[in-house]
T-cell receptor
Framework: SAVISQKPSRDICQRGTSLTIQCQVD?????MFWYRQQPGQSLTLIAT?????????ESGFVIDKFPISRPNLTFSTLTVSNMSPEDSSIYLC?????????????????FGPGTRLTVL | AQSVSQHNHHVILSEAASLELGCNYS??????LFWYVQYPGQHLQLLLK??????LVKGIKGFEAEFIKSKFSFNLRKPSVQWSDTAEYFC?????????????FGKGTHLIIQP
């Protein structure tokens, strides 16, 4: 199964600044996703990070606010731009990987440890 | 677009009690269904999933879930809970039929097991 690391694990930022979160996977994966988990809320999909092309954003999320890079099959970054206190959240990277072999194989989404962001 | 509804936001049980957490989804097409668990201070982990076939699926740690298509439901069950089951539980769905797709999550259920 894929092992995912994220940097930084947490940060406290001033409003108006930007933070770039890195996601590194220990194996090549086709699909990478970015989620947000606001305090007391569930996870919300921000976008699908596509390798070699622009990310696909979900409704309510735009590239200017959350630019995403995916330079290769093991790495992606999410930038939270021009931050406000409402951006305080946990940001999680997820990858889809194949588990098992042959007819019984299936795709599973693995989640990174998350980046806890606090905006003052 | 899909949506997921989890009926219980907070559940408190005693050890050895039986557990059932409700999950309903709305989507007109084929779906994949998942239950994830997040133990305090840990990553999200997959408990079990349904892609196709037998609608009663068994996962790790004695959990199981039943997909009832007519009710758009995928309730999670465990016959006898343990203190270590204290965690946040999330039901999730994505489109089935092949092709990778991000997950739509329910709001989660915070389960507390009292010794």
């Amino acid at each position: 199964s894929a092992v995912i690391s994220q940097k930084p694990s947490r940060d406290i930022c001033q409003r108006g600044t930007s933070l770039t979160i890195q996601c590194q996977v220990d194996s090549q994966v086709t699909m990478m996703f970015w989620y947000r988990q606001q305090p007391g809320q569930s996870l919300t999909l921000i976008a699908t990070a596509n390798q070699g092309s622009e990310a696909t954003y979900e409704s309510g999320f735009v590239i200017d606010k959350f630019p995403i890079s995916r330079p290769n099959l093991t790495f992606s970054t999410l930038t939270v731009s021009n931050m406000s206190p409402e951006d305080s959240s946990i940001y999680l990277c997820s990858v889809e990987d194949v588990r098992g072999q042959g007819p019984s194989s299936y795709n599973e989404q693995f989640f990174g440890p998350g980046t806890r962001l606090t905006v003052l | 677009a899909q949506s997921v509804s989890q009926h219980n936001h907070h559940v408190i049980l005693s050890e050895a009690a039986s557990l059932e957490l409700g999950c309903n989804y709305s989507y007109g097409g084929t779906v994949n269904l998942f239950w994830y668990v997040q133990y305090p201070g840990q990553h999200l982990q997959l408990l079990l999933k349904y892609f196709s076939g037998d609608p009663l699926v068994k996962g790790i740690k004695g959990f199981e879930a039943e997909f009832i298509k007519s009710k758009f439901s995928f309730n999670l069950r465990k016959p006898s809970v343990q203190w270590s089951d204290t965690a946040e539980y999330f039901c999730a769905v994505n489109r089935g039929g092949g092709g990778a797709d991000g997950l739509t999550f329910g709001k989660g259920t915070h389960l507390i097991i009292q010794p």
